[in-house]
């Protein structure tokens, strides 16, 4: 069956320090990439996504991803981090299935920020 | 432009009975997906709606059905409900034209007594 893995459920860090949120996923076939947050009250939103062509990704608010096949690998990373992106980060694979598309969410990696 | 809208936003229910969660998708979309996020985890598909009918459909009990309107709008029932069922029900719509990116409404809380 195929699976998404987030390594990190929580990471506290200070305010400048750099992010990166590990992302992996089973799943041989074709796929598509999201890093979705949900600020705290808020609903999800998109932060990146990737489909095709250049596997470094670049989304809102500093954030970026790399996308490397052979790893199975779509990992988040910001080199400075603030207090504003204390939020929940997920990591999606859209996997075609059945001649559809159903992305498949990793648990969240929690991310507090100190000021 | 609304986004995805769902109501209502907190229901209390207790086990055995019957709820129907409502979602509008954001304009253009054409594809419904619902998603149940229980505390602490990532979102797990239920199933998504094309055309008004069910075009795919994630690892849950026949208790879970759904409904596509020709508005797009849609409907999502749970029967005989259990305690488990109670979390964080998302509805999220797409389109093929937009590569099928997910926009998330803000979800209803259901909470099974």
């Known amino acids: 069956a195929q699976s998404v893995s987030q390594h990190n459920h929580h990471v506290i860090l200070s305010e400048a320090a750099s992010l990166e949120l590990g992302c992996n996923y089973s799943?041989?076939?074709?796929?598509?990439l999201f890093w979705y947050v949900q600020y705290p009250g808020q609903h999800l939103q998109l932060l990146l996504k990737y489909f095709s062509g250049d596997p470094l990704v670049k989304g809102i608010k500093g954030f970026e991803a790399e996308f490397i096949k052979s790893k199975f690998s779509f990992n988040l990373r910001k080199p400075s981090v603030q207090w504003s992106d204390t939020a929940e980060y997920f990591c999606?694979?859209?996997?075609?299935?059945?001649?559809?598309?159903?992305?498949?969410f990793g648990r969240g990696t929690s991310l507090i920020v100190h000021p | 432009d609304a986004g995805v809208t769902q109501s209502p936003t907190h229901l209390i229910k207790t086990r055995g009975q019957q709820v129907t969660l409502r979602c509008s998708p954001k304009?253009?979309?054409?594809?419904v997906s619902w998603y149940q996020q229980a505390l602490g985890q990532g979102p797990q598909f239920i199933f998504q709606y094309y055309e008004e009918e069910e075009r795919q459909r994630g690892n849950f009990p026949d208790r879970f059905s759904g409904h596509q309107f020709p508005n797009y709008s849609s409907e999502l029932n749970v029967n005989a409900l259990l305690l488990g069922d109670s979390a964080l029900y998302l509805c999220?719509?797409?389109?093929?034209?937009?590569?099928?990116?997910?926009?998330f409404g803000p979800g209803t809380r259901l909470t099974v007594l």
């Open positions: 999606a694979v859209g996997m075609i299935s059945g001649g559809s598309y159903i992305p498949t």
């Open positions: 304009s253009g979309h054409d594809t």
């Open positions: 799943y041989g076939g074709t796929v598509n």
């Open positions: 999220a719509s797409s389109s093929d034209r937009e590569g099928n990116e997910q926009f």
